[in-house]
Nanobody, 127 residues
């Protein structure tokens, strides 16, 4: 189990930017990967980006956000943080964004493997 808290969402115009933050604490397992998902109304939850929490392995991105979103990480004692810098936002990015944490980045995009989620943070892109 792990406690997850997302923040940083908001409303922006197309072409704008937002930076999301995720804090993972009180994990009962070693967090080796943190992941951002999003879910738009009427759609399934989809993986957006994932970052290994150790080493120099490259992060992973969904094709729809490559070149626009950047995931980054930080560690501070028992706290693990993941950030999602979102640039060149488009209306199709409108969704509630959630983060997740797991032991590896294998199959990172599969939302079904996670039994619980945080509150998420809403991102709305509209003119």
């Amino acid at each position: 189990q792990v406690q997850l808290a997302e923040s940083g969402g908001g409303s922006v115009q197309p072409g704008g930017s937002l930076r999301l933050s995720c804090e993972a604490i009180a994990a009962t397992y070693r967090i080796n990967c943190m992941i951002w998902f999003r879910q738009a109304p009427g759609k399934e939850r989809e993986g957006v980006a994932a970052t290994p929490m150790w080493g120099t392995a490259s992060p992973y991105y969904a094709d729809s956000v490559k070149g626009r979103f950047t995931i980054s990480r930080s560690r501070d004692n028992d706290k693990r943080m993941a950030y999602l810098q979102m640039n060149s936002l488009i209306p199709e990015d409108t969704a509630r964004y959630y983060c997740a944490a797991k032991g590896s980045c294998a199959e990172w995009f599969d939302a079904g493997q996670f039994g619980s989620w945080g509150q998420g943070t809403q991102v709305t892109v509209s003119s």
